[in-house]
């Protein structure tokens, strides 16, 4: 069971900055991928970015060159920099965890989700 908590949402202005952190309850060398998702009131979760136990990453085309995904190791922990917000960067984001439990069978752990609001 992998217990994944975010941090870092809030309200900010269009044009600005935030930095959303994942910290997951065990070494993310044991997950397969790490990524965040969002959801938009009355619309359906879609990812934001991914990024492999390897490092290669995955953007959803509207973030592309706005957002940035790391992932630290030592502090088990994957951040999502997010910059050039606008209005309709506006959702509840959540930290996922892609892990194969046995070969063939993956399960995906979510955290509770951060608020984040941008003004226009």
């Known amino acids: 069971q992998v217990q994944l908590v975010e941090s870092g949402g809030g309200l900010v202005q269009a044009g600005g900055s935030l930095t959303l952190s994942c910290a997951a309850s065990e070494s993310i060398f044991s997950i397969n991928a790490m990524g965040w998702y969002r959801q938009a009131p009355g619309k359906q979760r879609q990812l934001v970015a991914t990024?492999?136990?390897?490092?290669?990453?995955n953007y959803e085309d509207s973030v592309k060159g706005r957002f940035t995904i790391s992932r630290d190791n030592a502090k088990r922990t994957v951040v999502l920099q997010m910059n050039s917000l606008k209005a309709e960067d506006t959702a509840v984001y959540y930290c996922n965890a892609h892990k194969i439990l046995v070969p063939g069978y993956p399960y995906d752990y979510w955290g509770q989700g951060t608020q984040v609001t941008v003004s226009s």
């Open positions: 990024i492999t136990r390897g490092g290669s990453t």
